[in-house]
Structures are given as structure tokens and as C-alpha cells.
């Protein structure tokens, strides 16, 4: 059974950064970072493959974001830089055996319960 573990999220001024982690049990091939803000369905923001080689952001975060990942410490990443009020959501780490750069939530078979992260103005 594969487990998700989120960490990192917190409150951050606009233009700020913050460093997301998603500690990963189990293997897994491609990993994926989302978000949910309220009244809104819940969005990509990026993709990864277990080899690194191939990864994917959503436009809204590209330039910005950038998503990582340690095998060797079973954790993913997501570096967030440049912070605006409208990033402000609940980030979620997904999991899928696709070994290949998924960008919808029903591509994923594992979740993690969410990290808020709040950008003030």
C-alpha cells in the first residue's frame, strides 16, 4: 500500500517561496503535485516520471514552480517561487504506477491529505 505523506505548507507573504515535500512509501512511478482552492475543483500544477527525465507544469505555475524528486529518499518535491495571493490552496501529492507525465486527478491512484499554503497580499 503506498502512503503520502505532505509537508512544507505555511503562511508566506506575496513574492515569497516555500518548499513543499511529499514523503512517498511504497514505489511508485510518476508523481504529481495539485491543488484545490475553496469553491474551485481541485487543478494540476505538475508531473513528474520516476526517472526525472520527463516533467510537466500547468501554465499558471510554469516559471515558477518547479518539481523535483529524490528516489534514493522516496520524497517529491515542489520549489515554490515567486508566490501570489491566487496560489493560496490546499496542495496535494499524487501517486500513479503510469510511468509516464499525467496531469488529471483521475490519473492517480494515490493521494496524500493536503498541505494548506496561504499567500497574503
Known amino acids: 500500500q503506498v502512503q503520502l505523506v505532505e509537508s512544507g505548507g505555511g503562511l508566506v507573504q506575496a513574492g515569497g517561496s516555500l518548499r513543499l515535500s511529499c514523503a512517498v512509501s511504497?514505489?511508485?512511478?510518476?508523481m504529481g503535485w495539485f491543488r484545490q482552492a475553496p469553491g474551485k475543483e481541485r487543478e494540476f500544477v505538475a508531473a513528474?516520471?520516476?526517472?526525472?527525465?520527463?516533467?510537466r507544469n500547468s501554465d499558471s505555475v510554469k516559471g515558477r514552480f518547479t518539481i523535483s524528486r529524490d528516489n534514493a529518499k522516496n520524497t517529491v518535491y515542489l520549489q515554490m517561487n515567486s508566490l501570489k495571493p491566487e496560489d493560496t490552496a490546499v496542495y496535494y501529492c499524487?501517486?500513479?504506477?503510469?510511468?509516464?507525465?499525467?496531469?488529471?486527478?483521475?490519473?492517480?491512484?494515490?493521494w496524500g491529505q493536503g498541505t494548506q499554503v496561504t499567500v497574503s497580499s
Open positions: 499524487a501517486a500513479t504506477n503510469t510511468n509516464m507525465v499525467v496531469t488529471t486527478t483521475q490519473g492517480y491512484e494515490y
Open positions: 513528474i516520471t520516476r526517472s526525472g527525465r520527463n516533467l
Open positions: 511504497g514505489r511508485t512511478f510518476t
